[in-house]
């Protein structure tokens, strides 16, 4: 052994430098900063010189601060610490084309030059009833549109695609995915004022057929394509005129909708996958919130788990008062409520004075929300009903939020000792965007599970995926409101490209040999 003093430069104390030999390890150094710091011991493996022709095997030894000498090589007497292990980049885990595809799309829809003639190219192909604008009809469009836009937000048009695409994005660490079907109907304020119940004569058979029948047969391969884990996502408007009459009107679902919904219902508890019933523009909603009521009344039975879960959009001044009700109902009637909550997708449809003023009042509002909800107790935002002592029944919660600093305050609120650690919950992002928050949810949870951090199941962090499938064209209204809502969001989406771009300048680096 040999034992040099040299001089630290945070110090003045000088830094005692040790070398021990190992006949298999190569050499340690151990370094000591005055008598009375920790051990700092760092190795290296002796380095063998190849005299022959043949190309010698890459150097195995490493800088000495990026390795750390095995314990059980360690001579007994002397205690050591290993160097902090370097944070590795969450966005690692895509592929780079998903990287590359990603960047490119987030500066389109960050580009204030490139974003308004896109947006009204995709608002014609969605609207227009013309054969060469239909990517279904038109295949060189179709190609063209699969190849990008379709492919950043969508599974697939077949059985094969999806699951290809799911089992792709399970690969990747994340716990399941959110699957809806594409087919959705999006109404103009005339359209809405105009509606009528369809409900006799040839009228009646033509929505049974053309547009109850298709939605039927659609959701119920969403939930045949579901695995348990996964959750469905499910759209009332896509079920047509009668749908939407109805619950515009807040009656209960026509006799050949509620079998249909029966239907699904049905399977979907049969096999464990839970349903969200999703939000929809505010001239539908209260319908949806009555027909969702009544079955998590049916099938809500089992404590602390949900089959149907209703959708609870925060940028609503009145989402916290609608929510208490629905609490309240849940505790009365002795059902799981399910909640769903994000901050909302409806900024074009939605009358503006009904959503909140700014933006820092629709974060309080999730924010509060979601503290409430995983804590199960009543807050400041989320209050019970005026009047009444009811006591926050069980939950089942899955959030739905790009912003990074709700997910991470939602981490931190599940971390505490408040929360309750039997309410089921899972964090979801879009597919197609904010992959830098999902990816810092699936290190996380791989960094817990690595750790042995995680003491019961319900401790895991769960992360998701939103994502549709069907044709393009029957896609195409889905990705259209994913445009606006990337124009809507500028700030949030410029952040995400320039991750994606950090993180094709960090893979470039290390191909070329840089350290990150």
Request: glycine share 6%.
């Amino acid at each position: 052994m040999v034992q040099v003093p040299v001089l630290s430069k945070s110090s003045l104390l000088p830094v005692y430098i040790n070398t021990i030999r190992h006949p298999q390890c190569g050499l340690y150094v151990i370094g000591r900063n005055g008598p009375n710091q920790k051990l700092r011991i760092f190795s290296t493996t002796r380095r063998r010189i190849h005299s022959s022709t043949k190309r010698p095997s890459p150097p195995v030894d490493q800088p000495a601060l990026a390795a750390a000498a095995p314990v059980n090589h360690i001579p007994a007497e002397i205690t050591a610490e290993s160097p902090p292990m370097a944070k590795s980049a969450p966005l690692s885990v895509l592929p780079l084309s998903m990287v590359l595809r990603n960047l490119a799309i987030t500066s389109i829809s960050s580009s204030r030059i490139l974003l308004p003639p896109s947006l009204a190219v995709m608002s014609l192909l969605a609207h227009s009833n013309q054969a060469v604008l239909n990517p279904d009809k038109n295949p060189l469009l179709r190609w063209f549109l699969k190849g990008t836009f379709y492919a950043q937000f969508c599974a697939g048009e077949n059985a094969a695609e999806v699951r290809r695409t799911i089992d792709g994005l399970k690969k990747i660490g994340f716990t399941g995915v959110i699957l809806g079907y594409a087919r959705e109907i999006v109404l103009s304020e005339t359209q809405t004022h105009n509606l009528s119940a369809c409900d006799e004569g040839p009228v009646a058979e033509e929505c049974v057929r053309n547009e109850i029948g298709p939605w039927a047969a659609g959701t119920l391969e969403t939930v045949r394509l579901a695995r348990p884990g996964d959750f469905v996502a499910l759209k009332f408007s896509g079920a047509g005129r009668q749908a939407l009459y109805a619950l515009k009107n807040r009656l209960p679902p026509p006799k050949h909708l509620r079998a249909a919904i029966d239907e699904i219902c049905a399977l979907a508890a049969e096999r464990d996958v839970p349903l969200l019933f999703d939000a929809e523009q505010t001239a539908v909603q209260a319908g949806i919130d009555d027909w969702t009521l009544e079955y998590q009344r049916k099938l809500n039975t089992t404590p602390g788990h949900a089959i149907i879960y209703g959708t609870y959009q925060a940028y609503l001044k009145s989402t916290p008062a609608t929510l208490s009700e629905h609490l309240a109902a849940a505790a009365k009637d002795g059902f799981t409520l399910g909640v769903k909550l994000v901050r909302g997708a409806y900024l074009g449809a939605d009358p503006r004075h009904i959503i909140h003023d700014t933006k820092a009042d629709t974060d309080n509002a999730y924010n509060g929300i979601v503290e409430s909800l995983i804590c199960r107790s009543w807050g400041s935002v989320l209050k019970a009903p005026e009047g009444q002592d009811v006591k926050f029944p069980r939950v089942s919660v899955v959030l739905g939020s790009h912003n990074l600093e709700s997910v991470r305050k939602a981490r931190e609120i599940r971390d505490s000792p408040q929360a309750d650690p039997a309410t089921e919950l899972a964090i979801a992002q879009l597919q197609g965007m904010a992959d830098e928050v999902s990816c810092e949810l699936v290190h996380a949870s791989r960094e817990r599970a690595r750790q042995g951090s995680v003491r019961e199941k319900e401790d895991a962090i769960k992360a998701y995926k939103y994502i549709v499938w069907g044709t393009t064209g029957e896609c195409m209204k889905y990705l259209l409101r994913r445009a606006y809502e990337n124009r809507d969001a500028v700030a949030r989406t410029r952040s995400g490209r320039d991750a994606m771009w950090k993180e094709v300048k960090r893979r470039f680096r290390g191909a070329l040999g840089f350290a990150a």
